[in-house]
């Protein structure tokens, strides 16, 4: 009877310690997720001063096609122009 009670605490513990360690991963992902998330708003806010610069710059850019559009940002960035594609 005792050694059934032992079993039953260790296994719990086990079970503790499992979930405690699932709940680490979950925040660190969610930690990085947040984090890839934040970089992603700050490039796209880059991108749309950026877009905004040329556009109060260069009166011809606003009737550029997308394509030229495109290639023209990309070389801005310092991406390659095969990306427009």
């Known amino acids: 009877m005792f ?9 719990l513990l086990a079970a503790s310690i499992a979930a405690a360690g699932l709940s680490y991963l979950k ?5 990085h997720t947040s984090a890839v998330t ?3 708003i700050e490039a796209f806010k880059e991108a749309a001063r950026r877009i905004a610069t ?3 710059n260069n009166a011809e850019f606003r009737s550029l096609p997308a394509g030229d559009l495109c290639r023209r ?4 960035s310092g991406l390659p122009a095969g990306s427009c594609d």
């Open 27 to 31: 925040g660190r992902w969610d930690g």
């Open 3 to 11: 050694g059934l009670n032992m079993k039953f605490i260790g296994g």
């Open 54 to 56: 040329m556009e109060k």
């Open 38 to 40: 934040s970089a992603r």
């Open 73 to 76: 940002l990309a070389a801005d």
